[in-house]
C-alpha cells in the first residue's frame, strides 16, 4: 500500500503530470468563470430591461440627462460583460490570453467612465488620469494591431 501511493506521488512530480493537472485546473476555472459571467450578463440585462420600462412608463419627463446616461451606463456594462466572456472563452479555445481582447474590454471600461462622469464633481487631476488612461490603452492598441498584422 505504501509502495503505491509513494509510486503515485513519485509520478505526480514529474513535470508532465504537474503540467497535465495545473491545465485540468485551469480549464476547470475557466469554465466556472464563464458560467459566472453568464449569470453577470443576464442579470445585468435584467437590470437594464427593468430600467427602461421604469423609465418609459414613468411620468413624462426628460429622457435626456442624468436618466439617458445611467441607460447608456448599463449599456455599457453589458458589453464589458460580454468582453470579459470573450476573453474567457477564447482563453479556453487557445490557452492564450489574447491581449487585444483584453485590451479592447479596457477601452470600454474607460469610455464608460468618461461616459457616466458627473463632471461637477470630478477634479481636473481625474480627467488628466482618465486622459492617460484612453491615450496609453489607444497606443497599446495600435501596437498590438500592428505588430498582429506583420
Do not use: C
Amino acid at each position: 500500500m505504501w509502495r503505491r501511493i509513494a509510486a503515485r506521488l513519485a509520478a505526480m512530480g514529474k513535470d508532465e503530470n504537474f503540467l497535465a493537472s495545473i491545465k485540468k485546473i485551469e480549464n476547470l476555472v475557466s469554465k466556472a468563470l464563464s458560467v459566472a459571467m453568464v449569470i453577470v450578463i443576464l442579470i445585468a440585462v435584467g437590470d437594464l430591461g427593468l430600467t427602461l420600462v421604469k423609465q418609459l412608463l414613468a411620468p413624462p419627463a426628460s429622457f435626456v440627462g442624468q436618466t439617458l446616461i445611467q441607460i447608456l451606463g448599463l449599456f455599457l456594462n453589458v458589453l464589458i460583460a460580454l468582453e470579459i466572456l470573450e476573453n474567457i472563452t477564447a482563453y479556453l479555445r487557445k490557452h492564450v490570453v489574447q491581449v487585444e481582447l483584453v485590451i479592447v474590454t479596457s477601452i470600454i471600461a474607460v469610455a464608460r467612465k468618461i461616459i457616466i462622469l458627473d463632471f461637477e464633481k470630478t477634479s481636473g487631476t481625474d480627467l488628466i488620469g482618465l486622459a492617460i488612461a484612453i491615450f496609453s490603452l489607444a497606443i497599446s492598441y495600435w501596437i498590438v494591431r500592428r505588430i498582429s498584422t506583420q
